[in-house]
Protein backbone atom coordinates (compact mmCIF):
# COMPACT_ATOMS: atom_id res chain seq x y z
CA UNK A 1 0.00 0.00 0.00
CA UNK A 2 1.36 3.18 -0.94
CA UNK A 3 1.93 5.98 2.02
CA UNK A 4 -0.47 8.48 2.02
CA UNK A 5 0.48 11.83 3.59
CA UNK A 6 -0.73 13.23 6.49
CA UNK A 7 -2.32 16.21 4.34
CA UNK A 8 -4.12 13.76 2.13
CA UNK A 9 -5.76 11.82 5.31
CA UNK A 10 -6.82 15.00 6.39
CA UNK A 11 -8.59 16.14 3.75
CA UNK A 12 -10.36 12.78 3.07
CA UNK A 13 -11.66 13.19 6.74
CA UNK A 14 -12.45 16.90 6.29
CA UNK A 15 -14.86 15.84 2.72
CA UNK A 16 -16.42 12.90 4.96
CA UNK A 17 -17.19 15.06 8.07
CA UNK A 18 -18.66 17.87 5.98
CA UNK A 19 -21.06 14.84 4.60
CA UNK A 20 -21.88 13.82 8.15
CA UNK A 21 -21.87 16.84 10.73
CA UNK A 22 -25.05 17.58 12.30
CA UNK A 23 -26.85 14.56 10.91
CA UNK A 24 -27.63 11.42 12.81
CA UNK A 25 -26.79 8.45 11.19
CA UNK A 26 -28.34 5.27 10.46
CA UNK A 27 -26.09 2.31 11.40
CA UNK A 28 -26.20 1.27 7.85
CA UNK A 29 -24.55 4.75 7.52
CA UNK A 30 -21.75 4.38 10.14
CA UNK A 31 -20.50 0.48 8.90
CA UNK A 32 -20.06 2.75 5.15
CA UNK A 33 -17.91 5.35 6.74
CA UNK A 34 -13.67 4.26 5.98
CA UNK A 35 -11.77 3.47 8.79
CA UNK A 36 -9.36 6.88 9.31
CA UNK A 37 -5.81 5.37 9.02
CA UNK A 38 -3.29 6.98 11.06
CA UNK A 39 -1.31 9.66 9.61
CA UNK A 40 2.69 8.60 10.27
CA UNK A 41 6.14 10.35 8.73
CA UNK A 42 7.06 9.12 5.44
CA UNK A 43 9.36 5.57 6.07
CA UNK A 44 12.32 6.91 4.11
CA UNK A 45 12.38 9.66 6.34
CA UNK A 46 11.57 8.30 9.89
CA UNK A 47 13.47 5.67 9.77
CA UNK A 48 16.53 8.21 9.71
CA UNK A 49 15.29 10.26 12.95
CA UNK A 50 13.63 9.20 16.28
CA UNK A 51 10.97 11.20 15.96
CA UNK A 52 7.36 9.64 16.87
CA UNK A 53 6.49 7.73 13.87
CA UNK A 54 2.51 8.19 14.06
CA UNK A 55 1.53 11.35 14.42
CA UNK A 56 -2.04 11.13 15.29
CA UNK A 57 -5.61 12.27 14.15
CA UNK A 58 -6.97 15.91 13.44
CA UNK A 59 -10.23 16.82 15.26
CA UNK A 60 -12.26 15.48 11.60
CA UNK A 61 -10.62 12.61 11.91
CA UNK A 62 -10.87 11.75 15.36
CA UNK A 63 -14.47 12.57 15.21
CA UNK A 64 -15.40 10.97 11.68
CA UNK A 65 -13.54 7.54 13.02
CA UNK A 66 -15.97 8.12 16.13
CA UNK A 67 -18.82 8.22 13.85
CA UNK A 68 -18.25 4.49 13.06
CA UNK A 69 -18.66 3.29 16.37
CA UNK A 70 -22.37 1.24 16.81
CA UNK A 71 -22.64 2.20 20.18
CA UNK A 72 -23.51 -1.44 20.79
CA UNK A 73 -25.49 -2.02 23.91
CA UNK A 74 -23.61 -5.05 24.95
CA UNK A 75 -20.14 -3.26 24.21
CA UNK A 76 -18.18 -6.34 23.28
CA UNK A 77 -14.69 -3.85 23.20
CA UNK A 78 -15.46 -2.68 27.23
CA UNK A 79 -15.27 -6.67 28.33
CA UNK A 80 -11.44 -7.01 25.97
CA UNK A 81 -10.11 -4.06 28.09
CA UNK A 82 -8.09 -4.79 31.14
CA UNK A 83 -9.30 -1.51 33.12
CA UNK A 84 -12.76 -1.72 31.41
CA UNK A 85 -12.76 1.76 29.67
CA UNK A 86 -16.51 2.94 29.08
CA UNK A 87 -15.33 2.75 25.15
CA UNK A 88 -18.67 3.72 23.68
CA UNK A 89 -19.48 6.74 26.53
CA UNK A 90 -15.96 7.90 25.49
CA UNK A 91 -16.42 7.59 21.66
CA UNK A 92 -19.97 9.06 21.50
CA UNK A 93 -18.45 12.49 23.30
CA UNK A 94 -15.50 12.60 20.84
CA UNK A 95 -18.43 11.95 18.33
CA UNK A 96 -20.13 15.23 19.77
CA UNK A 97 -16.85 17.02 19.46
CA UNK A 98 -16.86 17.15 23.36
CA UNK A 99 -13.08 16.15 23.84
CA UNK A 100 -12.84 17.16 27.82
CA UNK A 101 -15.74 15.22 28.25
CA UNK A 102 -13.96 12.14 26.43
CA UNK A 103 -10.93 12.90 28.34
CA UNK A 104 -13.16 12.41 31.83
CA UNK A 105 -14.78 9.63 30.72
CA UNK A 106 -11.61 7.74 30.14
CA UNK A 107 -9.84 9.24 33.04
CA UNK A 108 -12.45 7.29 35.44
CA UNK A 109 -11.02 3.92 34.88
CA UNK A 110 -7.22 4.13 33.13
CA UNK A 111 -4.36 6.31 34.26
CA UNK A 112 -2.07 6.47 31.39
CA UNK A 113 -4.56 6.83 28.41
CA UNK A 114 -2.16 8.76 26.17
CA UNK A 115 0.58 5.54 26.39
CA UNK A 116 -2.21 2.67 26.12
CA UNK A 117 -3.43 4.34 23.21
CA UNK A 118 0.00 4.74 21.67
CA UNK A 119 1.05 0.64 22.53
CA UNK A 120 -1.61 -1.33 23.84
CA UNK A 121 -2.16 -4.28 21.20
CA UNK A 122 -5.71 -3.03 20.32
CA UNK A 123 -6.39 -5.87 17.92
CA UNK A 124 -6.04 -8.58 20.52
CA UNK A 125 -7.81 -6.67 22.97
CA UNK A 126 -10.79 -4.01 22.93
CA UNK A 127 -10.89 -4.43 19.33
CA UNK A 128 -10.66 -7.49 18.77
CA UNK A 129 -14.09 -8.27 19.11
CA UNK A 130 -15.42 -4.97 17.70
CA UNK A 131 -18.94 -5.57 16.08
CA UNK A 132 -17.77 -3.20 12.99
CA UNK A 133 -14.38 -5.37 12.74
CA UNK A 134 -16.39 -8.43 12.76
CA UNK A 135 -18.97 -7.35 10.57
CA UNK A 136 -16.17 -6.37 7.45
CA UNK A 137 -14.23 -10.18 8.96
CA UNK A 138 -11.35 -7.62 9.32
CA UNK A 139 -9.98 -6.92 12.95
CA UNK A 140 -8.51 -3.80 11.67
CA UNK A 141 -11.61 -2.50 10.38
CA UNK A 142 -13.12 -2.17 13.61
CA UNK A 143 -13.28 0.94 15.36
CA UNK A 144 -9.75 2.42 15.85
CA UNK A 145 -10.24 2.35 19.90
CA UNK A 146 -6.82 2.93 20.88
CA UNK A 147 -6.21 5.98 17.95
CA UNK A 148 -9.37 7.46 19.62
CA UNK A 149 -8.13 7.02 23.00
CA UNK A 150 -4.90 8.41 21.58
CA UNK A 151 -6.22 11.73 20.28
CA UNK A 152 -8.29 12.52 23.33
CA UNK A 153 -5.42 12.41 25.73
CA UNK A 154 -3.06 14.32 23.28
CA UNK A 155 -5.74 16.91 23.40
CA UNK A 156 -6.28 16.96 26.94
CA UNK A 157 -2.58 17.00 27.69
CA UNK A 158 -1.39 19.58 25.27
CA UNK A 159 -4.45 21.91 26.23
CA UNK A 160 -2.96 22.11 30.00
CA UNK A 161 -2.02 19.41 32.64
CA UNK A 162 -5.29 16.71 33.38
CA UNK A 163 -6.68 17.46 36.76
CA UNK A 164 -5.43 15.66 39.35
CA UNK A 165 -7.18 12.87 41.35
CA UNK A 166 -8.28 14.31 44.67
CA UNK A 167 -6.30 12.70 47.56
CA UNK A 168 -7.78 12.04 50.97
CA UNK A 169 -6.49 12.87 53.92
CA UNK A 170 -3.49 11.46 55.55
CA UNK A 171 -3.90 7.97 57.38
CA UNK A 172 -0.41 7.88 58.52
CA UNK A 173 -0.05 4.86 56.68
CA UNK A 174 3.23 3.90 54.60
CA UNK A 175 3.09 2.28 51.76
CA UNK A 176 6.66 1.30 49.48
CA UNK A 177 6.39 0.36 45.78
CA UNK A 178 9.05 -1.34 44.62
CA UNK A 179 9.43 -0.83 40.35
CA UNK A 180 8.09 2.37 37.96
CA UNK A 181 7.08 1.10 35.37
CA UNK A 182 2.65 0.73 34.81
CA UNK A 183 2.03 -1.34 37.59
CA UNK A 184 3.82 0.84 39.91
CA UNK A 185 2.35 3.86 38.73
CA UNK A 186 -1.05 2.35 39.14
CA UNK A 187 -0.43 0.78 42.22
CA UNK A 188 1.09 4.57 43.58
CA UNK A 189 -1.97 6.77 42.15
CA UNK A 190 -4.22 4.66 43.75
CA UNK A 191 -2.61 3.99 47.22
CA UNK A 192 -2.17 8.05 47.26
CA UNK A 193 -5.53 8.53 46.73
CA UNK A 194 -6.59 7.03 49.75
CA UNK A 195 -4.54 9.12 51.66
CA UNK A 196 -1.32 7.32 52.59
CA UNK A 197 2.06 8.03 52.14
CA UNK A 198 3.53 6.17 48.99
CA UNK A 199 7.41 6.14 48.08
CA UNK A 200 8.08 4.38 44.59
CA UNK A 201 11.60 2.52 44.56
CA UNK A 202 13.70 2.68 41.17
CA UNK A 203 16.27 0.49 40.52
CA UNK A 204 17.73 2.81 37.43
CA UNK A 205 18.23 6.37 37.31
CA UNK A 206 14.90 7.14 35.72
CA UNK A 207 11.51 6.21 36.54
CA UNK A 208 8.92 5.00 33.60
CA UNK A 209 10.01 0.91 33.50
CA UNK A 210 9.96 -0.54 30.26
CA UNK A 211 8.06 2.59 28.88
CA UNK A 212 10.86 4.35 29.32
CA UNK A 213 14.07 2.07 28.99
CA UNK A 214 12.71 -0.48 26.38
CA UNK A 215 9.49 0.73 24.48
CA UNK A 216 11.55 3.52 22.36
CA UNK A 217 11.08 7.13 21.63
CA UNK A 218 9.50 7.05 18.17
CA UNK A 219 6.75 4.72 19.08
CA UNK A 220 6.19 6.57 22.50
CA UNK A 221 8.06 10.12 23.18
CA UNK A 222 9.23 9.95 26.71
CA UNK A 223 7.82 13.19 27.61
CA UNK A 224 4.41 11.68 27.56
CA UNK A 225 5.34 9.83 30.14
CA UNK A 226 7.25 12.10 32.05
CA UNK A 227 4.11 13.71 32.43
CA UNK A 228 2.52 11.23 34.07
CA UNK A 229 5.39 10.32 36.53
CA UNK A 230 5.40 14.30 37.40
CA UNK A 231 1.15 13.87 37.95
CA UNK A 232 2.24 11.35 40.67
CA UNK A 233 4.95 13.41 41.95
CA UNK A 234 2.59 16.32 42.36
CA UNK A 235 0.04 13.69 44.24
CA UNK A 236 2.41 13.67 46.48
CA UNK A 237 4.27 9.91 45.89
CA UNK A 238 7.80 10.20 46.81
CA UNK A 239 10.31 8.95 44.30
CA UNK A 240 13.67 7.20 44.67
CA UNK A 241 16.02 6.52 42.12
CA UNK A 242 19.02 4.13 41.73
CA UNK A 243 17.61 2.34 44.83
CA UNK A 244 17.72 -1.69 44.05
CA UNK A 245 15.29 -3.55 46.78
CA UNK A 246 17.38 -6.49 47.37
CA UNK A 247 20.50 -4.75 47.38
CA UNK A 248 20.09 -1.27 48.34
CA UNK A 249 17.77 -2.19 51.22
CA UNK A 250 16.39 -6.28 51.70
CA UNK A 251 12.39 -5.85 50.94
CA UNK A 252 11.78 -7.11 54.89
CA UNK A 253 13.67 -4.49 55.75
CA UNK A 254 11.17 -1.77 54.40
CA UNK A 255 8.51 -3.51 56.32
CA UNK A 256 10.40 -4.23 59.85
CA UNK A 257 13.08 -1.43 59.97
CA UNK A 258 11.71 1.51 58.02
CA UNK A 259 8.07 1.48 59.09
CA UNK A 260 6.43 0.64 55.92
CA UNK A 261 3.17 -1.24 56.26
CA UNK A 262 2.41 -2.66 52.90
CA UNK A 263 5.07 -3.36 49.96
CA UNK A 264 4.01 -3.62 46.28
CA UNK A 265 6.16 -5.34 44.11
CA UNK A 266 6.66 -4.56 40.00
CA UNK A 267 9.85 -5.30 39.01
CA UNK A 268 9.42 -6.39 35.56
CA UNK A 269 10.60 -9.15 33.58
CA UNK A 270 14.18 -7.31 32.55
CA UNK A 271 16.11 -10.75 32.53
CA UNK A 272 17.07 -11.17 28.83
CA UNK A 273 17.17 -15.03 27.53
CA UNK A 274 19.59 -16.55 25.11
CA UNK A 275 19.95 -18.50 22.46
CA UNK A 276 22.99 -20.41 24.04
CA UNK A 277 24.52 -20.47 21.01
CA UNK A 278 28.32 -20.63 19.94
CA UNK A 279 29.73 -17.05 19.25
CA UNK A 280 27.04 -15.89 21.65
CA UNK A 281 30.02 -13.69 23.43
CA UNK A 282 31.41 -12.05 20.67
CA UNK A 283 31.87 -8.43 20.61
CA UNK A 284 28.72 -7.37 19.42
CA UNK A 285 26.25 -9.61 20.44
CA UNK A 286 23.45 -7.56 22.53
CA UNK A 287 20.29 -8.28 24.57
CA UNK A 288 17.34 -6.44 22.90
CA UNK A 289 17.05 -5.00 26.30
CA UNK A 290 20.95 -3.76 26.75
CA UNK A 291 20.99 -2.47 22.88
CA UNK A 292 17.36 -0.49 23.72
CA UNK A 293 18.19 0.56 27.17
CA UNK A 294 21.72 2.11 25.50
CA UNK A 295 19.52 3.80 23.38
CA UNK A 296 16.22 4.76 24.74
CA UNK A 297 17.57 5.18 28.43
CA UNK A 298 21.37 6.77 27.81
CA UNK A 299 20.05 8.56 24.42
CA UNK A 300 22.83 6.63 22.48
CA UNK A 301 21.62 8.07 19.04
CA UNK A 302 22.46 11.19 20.20
CA UNK A 303 26.25 11.42 19.66
CA UNK A 304 26.61 15.02 19.68
CA UNK A 305 25.31 15.13 23.36
CA UNK A 306 25.10 10.99 24.71
CA UNK A 307 28.50 10.35 26.82
CA UNK A 308 26.59 6.60 26.04
CA UNK A 309 28.88 4.62 23.25
CA UNK A 310 27.02 2.14 21.03
CA UNK A 311 28.27 -0.19 18.43
CA UNK A 312 28.60 1.47 15.20
CA UNK A 313 27.48 -1.58 12.65
CA UNK A 314 26.28 -1.76 8.98
CA UNK A 315 24.72 -5.35 9.05
CA UNK A 316 22.84 -5.75 11.71
CA UNK A 317 20.94 -9.12 12.16
CA UNK A 318 18.02 -9.44 14.76
CA UNK A 319 17.35 -12.76 16.18
CA UNK A 320 13.05 -13.03 17.69
CA UNK A 321 9.45 -12.20 16.36
CA UNK A 322 8.08 -10.21 18.90
CA UNK A 323 7.60 -6.08 19.56
CA UNK A 324 10.75 -6.27 21.27
CA UNK A 325 12.77 -7.62 17.92
CA UNK A 326 10.46 -5.21 15.67
CA UNK A 327 11.61 -1.98 18.38
CA UNK A 328 15.71 -3.16 18.05
CA UNK A 329 15.19 -3.43 14.33
CA UNK A 330 13.88 -0.14 13.80
CA UNK A 331 16.17 1.26 16.17
CA UNK A 332 19.15 -0.47 14.35
CA UNK A 333 17.86 1.74 11.34
CA UNK A 334 18.00 4.84 13.45
CA UNK A 335 21.67 4.11 14.56
CA UNK A 336 22.99 4.13 11.47
CA UNK A 337 22.70 0.65 10.09
CA UNK A 338 22.51 0.26 6.26
CA UNK A 339 20.88 -3.37 6.16
CA UNK A 340 18.81 -4.74 9.17
CA UNK A 341 18.13 -8.75 8.61
CA UNK A 342 15.36 -10.29 11.40
CA UNK A 343 15.20 -13.87 11.77
CA UNK A 344 12.38 -15.57 12.83
CA UNK A 345 12.09 -19.61 13.20
CA UNK A 346 8.02 -19.85 12.12
CA UNK A 347 6.35 -17.88 9.58
CA UNK A 348 4.98 -14.46 9.68
CA UNK A 349 1.54 -15.72 10.46
CA UNK A 350 2.80 -16.81 14.26
CA UNK A 351 4.69 -13.68 14.83
CA UNK A 352 3.69 -12.36 18.31
CA UNK A 353 4.40 -8.70 17.35
CA UNK A 354 1.77 -6.24 16.41
CA UNK A 355 0.41 -6.45 12.86
CA UNK A 356 1.27 -2.27 12.89
CA UNK A 357 4.94 -3.19 14.18
CA UNK A 358 5.34 -5.52 11.68
CA UNK A 359 3.72 -3.63 8.70
CA UNK A 360 6.03 -0.23 9.84
CA UNK A 361 9.65 -2.41 10.21
CA UNK A 362 9.16 -3.68 7.06
CA UNK A 363 7.92 -0.57 5.20
CA UNK A 364 11.20 1.20 6.92
CA UNK A 365 12.74 -1.67 5.42
CA UNK A 366 13.78 -4.09 7.55
CA UNK A 367 14.27 -7.84 5.63
CA UNK A 368 12.41 -10.11 7.36
CA UNK A 369 13.93 -13.84 7.14
CA UNK A 370 11.08 -16.06 8.30
CA UNK A 371 11.50 -19.73 8.99
CA UNK A 372 15.19 -19.23 9.55
CA UNK A 373 17.20 -19.10 12.95
CA UNK A 374 20.76 -18.48 13.78
CA UNK A 375 22.54 -21.79 14.47
CA UNK A 376 25.90 -20.09 15.30
CA UNK A 377 27.70 -16.45 15.28
CA UNK A 378 31.31 -15.96 13.80
CA UNK A 379 33.84 -13.95 15.16
CA UNK A 380 36.83 -12.86 13.21
CA UNK A 381 40.01 -12.29 14.97
CA UNK A 382 39.58 -9.51 17.16
CA UNK A 383 36.40 -11.48 18.80
CA UNK A 384 34.24 -8.82 16.82
CA UNK A 385 30.80 -10.64 15.01
CA UNK A 386 31.38 -11.15 11.42
CA UNK A 387 28.67 -13.56 10.23
CA UNK A 388 25.50 -15.32 11.08
CA UNK A 389 25.22 -19.35 10.12
CA UNK A 390 21.44 -19.57 9.47
CA UNK A 391 19.26 -23.11 9.41
CA UNK A 392 16.53 -22.98 7.56
CA UNK A 393 12.89 -24.53 9.08
CA UNK A 394 9.79 -25.95 7.95
CA UNK A 395 6.70 -25.89 10.19
CA UNK A 396 5.77 -29.39 11.98
CA UNK A 397 2.85 -30.29 13.85
CA UNK A 398 1.10 -27.80 16.30
CA UNK A 399 3.51 -27.38 19.79
CA UNK A 400 1.81 -26.94 23.35
CA UNK A 401 0.83 -23.22 22.45
CA UNK A 402 -1.06 -23.88 19.35
CA UNK A 403 1.52 -22.99 17.02
CA UNK A 404 2.79 -25.32 14.30
CA UNK A 405 6.42 -25.96 15.86
CA UNK A 406 9.98 -25.12 13.01
CA UNK A 407 11.45 -28.08 12.61
CA UNK A 408 15.06 -28.02 11.36
CA UNK A 409 15.75 -28.72 7.87
CA UNK A 410 18.99 -30.72 8.23
CA UNK A 411 21.92 -29.64 6.37
CA UNK A 412 20.19 -26.49 5.47
CA UNK A 413 23.23 -23.96 6.99
CA UNK A 414 24.27 -21.10 5.33
CA UNK A 415 26.17 -18.24 6.42
CA UNK A 416 25.19 -14.25 6.14
CA UNK A 417 28.06 -11.54 6.49
CA UNK A 418 27.21 -9.90 9.57
CA UNK A 419 28.52 -7.09 12.08
CA UNK A 420 25.77 -6.87 15.30
CA UNK A 421 23.69 -9.57 16.69
CA UNK A 422 20.71 -8.60 19.07
CA UNK A 423 19.05 -11.64 20.55
CA UNK A 424 15.37 -10.57 21.05
CA UNK A 425 13.71 -13.63 22.34
CA UNK A 426 11.92 -12.99 25.26
CA UNK A 427 12.79 -12.22 29.09
CA UNK A 428 12.12 -13.76 32.34
CA UNK A 429 11.26 -11.49 35.63
CA UNK A 430 13.99 -10.17 37.54
CA UNK A 431 15.14 -13.01 39.86
CA UNK A 432 16.71 -10.49 42.54
CA UNK A 433 14.20 -9.68 45.11
CA UNK A 434 12.75 -13.32 45.06
CA UNK A 435 16.42 -14.45 45.81
CA UNK A 436 16.85 -11.99 48.75
CA UNK A 437 13.50 -12.31 50.22
CA UNK A 438 12.92 -15.12 52.07
CA UNK A 439 9.80 -17.20 52.17
CA UNK A 440 8.57 -15.39 48.98
CA UNK A 441 6.53 -18.23 46.43
CA UNK A 442 7.65 -18.06 43.00
CA UNK A 443 7.02 -20.61 40.52
CA UNK A 444 8.95 -22.43 38.11
CA UNK A 445 9.41 -19.98 35.88
CA UNK A 446 10.57 -17.09 38.78
CA UNK A 447 7.45 -14.92 38.72
CA UNK A 448 5.97 -14.38 42.08
CA UNK A 449 2.87 -16.59 42.96
CA UNK A 450 -0.10 -14.09 44.30
CA UNK A 451 -3.59 -14.68 45.09
CA UNK A 452 -6.60 -13.45 43.11
CA UNK A 453 -6.15 -9.80 44.69
CA UNK A 454 -2.55 -9.84 43.89
CA UNK A 455 -1.07 -10.70 47.67
CA UNK A 456 1.48 -12.90 48.16
CA UNK A 457 3.01 -15.34 50.44
CA UNK A 458 4.44 -13.17 53.03
CA UNK A 459 1.85 -11.00 54.78
CA UNK A 460 1.60 -6.97 53.99
CA UNK A 461 3.37 -8.01 50.37
CA UNK A 462 1.47 -7.24 46.86
CA UNK A 463 3.08 -7.90 43.38
CA UNK A 464 2.12 -7.50 40.17
CA UNK A 465 2.52 -6.86 36.30
CA UNK A 466 5.19 -8.72 34.35
CA UNK A 467 6.70 -9.92 37.79
CA UNK A 468 4.15 -12.25 38.18
CA UNK A 469 2.88 -12.61 34.56
CA UNK A 470 5.67 -12.76 32.82
CA UNK A 471 6.58 -10.57 30.02
CA UNK A 472 3.18 -9.31 29.11
CA UNK A 473 1.76 -5.76 28.25
CA UNK A 474 1.26 -2.15 29.25
CA UNK A 475 -2.67 -2.33 30.22
CA UNK A 476 -2.40 -6.12 31.69
CA UNK A 477 0.57 -4.72 34.27
CA UNK A 478 -1.55 -1.98 35.12
CA UNK A 479 -4.83 -4.04 35.21
CA UNK A 480 -2.98 -6.49 37.87
CA UNK A 481 -1.48 -2.72 39.72
CA UNK A 482 -5.44 -1.58 40.15
CA UNK A 483 -6.14 -4.83 41.58
CA UNK A 484 -3.39 -5.31 43.94
CA UNK A 485 -3.89 -1.22 44.82
CA UNK A 486 -7.66 -2.70 45.66
CA UNK A 487 -6.36 -5.05 48.09
CA UNK A 488 -3.80 -2.81 49.42
CA UNK A 489 -6.42 -0.71 50.84
CA UNK A 490 -8.74 -2.45 51.85
CA UNK A 491 -6.01 -4.35 53.70
CA UNK A 492 -5.02 -1.35 55.27
CA UNK A 493 -8.45 0.29 56.51
CA UNK A 494 -8.97 -2.92 58.63
P1 LIG B 1 8.38 -2.76 33.97
O1 LIG B 1 7.82 -1.82 32.98
O2 LIG B 1 9.43 -3.71 33.53
O3 LIG B 1 8.94 -1.91 35.19
C1 LIG B 1 9.64 -2.53 36.24
C2 LIG B 1 10.55 -1.52 36.90
O4 LIG B 1 11.06 -2.08 38.09
C3 LIG B 1 11.76 -1.16 36.05
O5 LIG B 1 11.88 0.23 35.95
C4 LIG B 1 12.93 -1.77 36.80
O6 LIG B 1 14.13 -1.01 36.65
C5 LIG B 1 12.42 -1.72 38.22
N1 LIG B 1 13.07 -2.71 39.10
C6 LIG B 1 13.35 -4.01 38.83
N2 LIG B 1 13.91 -4.58 39.90
C7 LIG B 1 13.97 -3.63 40.86
C8 LIG B 1 14.46 -3.64 42.18
N3 LIG B 1 14.98 -4.73 42.72
N4 LIG B 1 14.39 -2.49 42.91
C9 LIG B 1 13.86 -1.35 42.37
N5 LIG B 1 13.38 -1.32 41.10
C10 LIG B 1 13.43 -2.45 40.37
N6 LIG B 1 3.61 -3.83 25.94
C11 LIG B 1 2.57 -3.30 25.27
O7 LIG B 1 1.45 -3.30 25.79
N7 LIG B 1 2.72 -2.74 24.04
C12 LIG B 1 3.93 -2.65 23.44
O8 LIG B 1 4.03 -2.14 22.34
C13 LIG B 1 5.07 -3.17 24.13
N8 LIG B 1 6.30 -3.07 23.59
C14 LIG B 1 7.37 -3.49 24.33
C15 LIG B 1 8.64 -3.28 23.81
C16 LIG B 1 9.76 -3.66 24.54
C17 LIG B 1 11.12 -3.39 23.99
C18 LIG B 1 9.59 -4.32 25.80
C19 LIG B 1 10.79 -4.79 26.59
C20 LIG B 1 8.33 -4.56 26.30
C21 LIG B 1 7.21 -4.13 25.58
N9 LIG B 1 5.92 -4.29 26.09
C22 LIG B 1 4.85 -3.77 25.40
C23 LIG B 1 5.68 -4.95 27.39
C24 LIG B 1 5.40 -3.94 28.49
O9 LIG B 1 6.25 -2.84 28.39
C25 LIG B 1 5.50 -4.60 29.85
O10 LIG B 1 4.57 -5.66 29.88
C26 LIG B 1 5.19 -3.62 30.99
O11 LIG B 1 6.05 -2.51 30.96
C27 LIG B 1 5.30 -4.32 32.34
O12 LIG B 1 5.11 -3.37 33.35
P2 LIG B 1 5.69 -3.59 34.83
O13 LIG B 1 5.31 -2.36 35.58
O14 LIG B 1 5.28 -4.90 35.33
O15 LIG B 1 7.27 -3.69 34.65
FE1 LIG C 1 -8.08 -0.60 24.33
FE2 LIG C 1 -5.90 -0.45 25.79
FE3 LIG C 1 -7.54 1.62 25.65
FE4 LIG C 1 -8.32 -0.58 26.97
S1 LIG C 1 -6.64 0.80 27.52
S2 LIG C 1 -9.53 0.62 25.52
S3 LIG C 1 -7.33 -2.18 25.72
S4 LIG C 1 -6.36 0.79 23.97
FE1 LIG D 1 -18.37 0.77 19.25
FE2 LIG D 1 -17.08 -1.44 18.41
FE3 LIG D 1 -17.51 -1.05 21.00
FE4 LIG D 1 -19.56 -1.59 19.38
S1 LIG D 1 -17.86 -2.97 19.87
S2 LIG D 1 -19.50 -0.04 21.02
S3 LIG D 1 -18.91 -0.56 17.52
S4 LIG D 1 -16.26 0.21 19.67
Known sequence: ??????????????????????????????MAIPSQEMPTQEPEVRCRNMLEVATGFTEAQARVEASRCLQCKNAPCIKDCPVAINIPGFIAEVAAGNFDAAASVILRTSILPAICGRVC?????????????????????????????????????????????????ATGKKVAVVGSGPAGITVAADVRREGHDVTMFEAFHKTGGVLVYGIPEFRLPKAIVQKEIDALVAMGVKVETNFVVGRTRKLKDLLAKDGFDAVFIGSGAGLPKFMNIEGENLVGVFAANEYL????????????????????????AVLGGGNVAMDAARMALRLGAEEVHLFYRRTELEMPARIEEVAHAKEEGVRFHTLRNASRILGDEQGRVRALVCLKYELGEPDASGRRSPVEIKGSEYEVPIDAVVVAIGNDSNPLIPATTQGLAVNKRGNIVTDADGKTSLDAVYAGGDI???AATVILAMGEGRKAAAAINTYLAR
Not at 20 to 25: K, Q
Not at 303 to 316: E, F, G, H, N
Open 1 to 30: MSHRTKEELAKQADEIWSGIAGRVLTPKER
Open 293 to 316: TRANLMKAYDLDQSQTPYYAAKRV
Open 468 to 470: VLG
Open 121 to 169: PQETQCQMNCTVGKAKKDVNQGVGIGRLERFVADWKRERGTPDLPVVKP
